[in-house]
């Protein structure tokens, strides 16, 4: 079994920003796998899936982001993970919009969320799929630049990387973590 976590900001308000294309990639595999409806756990919703007979559990944190390890860790230590069992999916400003990068380890770059996974589970060694969504203008404010939707002209770019993004976390799943970034990290 393993835990795919996609980091977001919960409610309505945050929904199609930047920050929580997280919570898009594991809508787009809950929807893929016909998934049951989530239920409340470990600070967040959870459900599951199948994926080519590698069952996944879905964890969308609702602890907002600068706290995601607060529902991370509860996961975590419930299913007796080992760090190689799980992927956090988030954004990337540093990543060129639509871009993805599959990593086994390395610092946050920035991102709180992560950040506060790596900090709750006391290792940077935690593999993550980023997803890039661009840098922010030359002197715009970075929170409101992650918390803000997609322009107009990025959606349709967007909406063809989170699905690539979800086909990412299939792989990784079923193949490993190596043949996944050999494949996508191109």
């Not at 595999?29 to 967040?44: C, D, I, M, V, W």
């Not at 409101?144 to 990387?161: I, Q, T």
């Not at 086909?167 to 990784?172: A, G, H, I, L, R």
Request: one cysteine or more; proline letters at 5%; glycine letters at 12%.
């Amino acid at each position: 079994m393993k835990l795919v976590v996609g980091l977001g900001n919960p409610g309505k308000k945050y929904e199609g920003t930047r920050h929580n294309v997280g919570f898009d990639v594991l809508d787009t595999l809950s929807r893929r796998h016909s998934a049951s409806q989530p239920k409340s756990k470990f600070n967040g919703q959870m459900t599951e899936v199948g994926v080519r007979g590698q069952k996944l559990m879905l964890l969308w944190p609702h602890t907002f982001m600068n706290k995601s390890g607060d529902s991370v860790r509860p996961a975590f230590d419930f299913y007796k993970l080992t760090l190689e069992d799980v992927l956090i999916v988030c954004d990337d400003f540093n990543l060129p919009l639509a871009k993805l990068r599959l990593k086994g380890k390395g610092s946050a770059g920035g991102q709180n969320g992560l950040a506060d996974v790596i900090q709750k589970l006391g290792s940077d060694e935690v593999p993550r799929l980023r997803v890039g969504i661009g840098p922010p203008r030359e002197g715009a404010d970075v929170a409101g630049y992650v918390l803000s939707n997609f322009a107009k002209a990025e959606k349709p770019e967007m909406d063809v990387c989170i699905e690539q993004a979800a086909s990412v976390v299939e792989d990784w799943a079923v193949l490993g973590l190596v043949p996944a970034m050999n494949q996508y990290n191109g």
